[in-house]
């Protein structure tokens, strides 16, 4: 089913987990993507979704939380694709702590990284989305941001900042045909919680109704309908992917 074909998106933090799900998604879908990450890990990922989607993939290395370097990327990303119809703010990263404790660095780095590298990002596509009268953003929150989570105040503030950033856009943007959403995931199975010790996931395990931990899949599958023609009348939203673990 080829319903991103002709269909240009960025993906930040595409070179795991989640992102690298959802990049996945769009070229399996027929679209084209350009994958951000810190790292060169989104070159590897770029690298084996062109050995099944030939010319579907590139891979750019940026700190989104870095507002020149992510404007510099994105000038490049238009060169090289011609436009974006489709971003996912995905990139995010914990520095967990008690905020008694928390030190200003690991509070400035969260919020950095997981709000102003979406915003970041945002600002770099929405005035070419805007000519175009047409794009999809979506930005990837955290049930950490609907319900708090001890031990997470600079991420649970970063990804609430996310929704409140969200509904903004939609306003902003909505009579530009441009729809922005949010995805909310709960707990996914990536590097992000696979260092969490046993006991926590214990703990976590017993608040899902689902009884079992998500995967970046169950994430990719939301993003890629937010993203899709069949959504084109949502915005403003955010969709809860996390078995039932938080219920509106
Ligand atoms: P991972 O830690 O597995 O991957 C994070 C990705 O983000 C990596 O590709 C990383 O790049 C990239 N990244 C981090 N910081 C930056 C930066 N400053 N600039 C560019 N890229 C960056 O995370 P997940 O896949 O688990 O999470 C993806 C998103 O989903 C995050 O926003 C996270 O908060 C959110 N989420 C995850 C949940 C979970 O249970 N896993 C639950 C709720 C939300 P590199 O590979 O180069 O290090």
Redesign the pocket.
């Known amino acids: 089913m080829n319903r991103f074909e002709n269909q240009i998106a960025i993906v930040?933090?595409?070179?795991?987990?989640?992102?690298e799900s959802i990049a996945k998604s769009f070229a399996t879908g027929g679209g084209k993507v350009a994958c951000?990450?810190?790292?060169d890990?989104?070159a590897k990922v770029a690298e084996a979704i062109n050995a099944s989607h030939p010319g579907a993939a590139r891979a750019y290395r940026?700190?989104?939380?870095d507002k020149k370097a992510v404007e510099e990327v994105s000038a490049q990303i238009f060169a090289d694709f011609g436009k974006v119809d489709i971003l996912v703010n995905?990139?995010?990263?914990t520095r967990d702590g008690l905020a008694m404790r928390m030190s200003e660095e690991d509070w400035d780095a969260v919020l950095d990284?997981?709000l102003k590298?979406a915003f970041n990002f945002i600002q770099a596509v929405m005035r070419p989305m805007i000519k175009q009268r047409s794009g999809r953003i979506i930005n990837?929150s955290?049930?950490?941001g609907l319900m708090g989570n001890a031990g997470q105040a600079n991420y649970a503030a970063s990804?609430a900042g996310l929704l409140g950033l969200t509904k903004t856009l939609a306003r902003e943007l909505a009579g530009r045909n441009i729809t922005v959403n949010a995805v909310a995931?709960?707990?996914?199975k990536?590097?992000?919680?696979d260092v969490l010790p046993e006991s926590i996931k214990t703990a976590v395990l017993g608040q899902i109704p689902m009884g079992r931990f998500g995967e970046?899949e169950d994430i990719a599958a939301a993003v890629t309908f937010l993203a899709s023609a069949d959504a084109k009348f949502v915005t403003g939203q955010t969709l809860t992917v996390d078995g039932g673990m938080v219920m509106a």
């Open positions: 930040t933090g595409a070179g795991r987990g989640i992102g951000v990450s810190r790292s890990s989104a940026v700190d989104v939380a995905n990139a995010g990263i990284t997981n590298g990837i955290s049930v950490a990804k995931p709960g707990f996914i990536t590097d992000m919680t970046p």
